[in-house]
């Protein structure tokens, strides 16, 4: 079991790293022609401007031992064609050399005039494709329709009441009619006489009897003794 967890291990680092070989160019610098000095001063700088050089690729410099160099070089010794002070130097040809950066890149042949006379190279290595490509840009999102009013309704109109008819019978009709207008009260009705209430009957011996007891007094005397007998009842308990 153990045995076949490292085996998966193994794999997935080898997985892992064969897309960036995989993808890795080798470029042949002059093509068929190879490393030598052109027929024009521009011949390289043609050649290398239909081409795209990433981190990684690798350039071929194909020329015969003894008969031309590769040097690297900075900006300066490159526009001066300057062997002076190389940043590296390979002798023994054919020369492979492979990008580990980005930027620009330049070299020269340090032999006699041949740099003078178009033998030189320069190139910008970009990144390489094997890098995680950036996140989309999020939709934008669209603003929030505004919020249609509703139409405001006109209020109905309360019809106006009809006249009623006075305490004394139906209004007369517009008209002139004589007849009663619908809406007229009903007569009145016969009046019912208030019973009288008779005098208190004087007592023949000529003493007037007390009053009868208020109703409100005991209704007012009733809960003042229910309470009372509350608190006694608290008291005792």
């Not at 690729?57 to 490159?78: E, I, M, P």
């Not at 130097?89 to 340090?110: D, K």
């Not at 019978?169 to 002139?176: D, E, K, L, M």
Request: charged share 5%; net charge neutral.
């Amino acid at each position: 079991m153990v045995t076949k967890m490292k085996i998966a291990l193994v794999l997935m680092t080898i997985l892992a790293v064969l897309p960036g070989n995989i993808v890795a160019v080798d470029h042949i610098v002059g093509d068929t022609m190879g490393w030598t000095i052109p027929s024009g001063p521009t011949t390289y700088a043609n050649w290398a401007s239909g081409r795209t050089f990433r981190v990684g690729d690798t350039l071929v410099f194909n020329f015969a031992t003894g008969a031309h160099d590769v040097a690297k070089v900075t900006k300066s010794a490159y526009d001066s064609c300057s062997s002076s002070s190389p940043i590296t130097l390979i002798t023994v040809g054919p020369a492979n050399i492979t990008l580990n950066s980005t930027g620009s890149e330049y070299f020269i042949c340090t032999f006699g005039q041949h740099c003078n006379a178009g033998q030189k190279l320069a190139i910008n290595v970009t990144t390489s494709s094997t890098t995680t490509p950036s996140p989309a840009p999020s939709p934008a999102t669209s603003p929030a329709p505004s919020p249609v009013p509703n139409p405001t309704r006109a209020p109905t109109p309360t019809p106006s009441p009809s006249p009623s008819a006075g305490p004394f019978g139906p209004s007369p009709s517009p008209s002139g009619g004589a007849g009663a207008s619908p809406s007229s009260a009903p007569p009145p009705g016969p009046v019912t006489p208030e019973p009288t209430t008779p005098s208190p009957t004087t007592p023949s011996d000529g003493l007037v009897p007390p009053p009868a007891p208020s109703s409100a007094s005991r209704s007012v005397f009733a809960p003042a003794l229910i309470m009372f007998m509350s608190i006694a009842i608290s008291i005792m308990w």
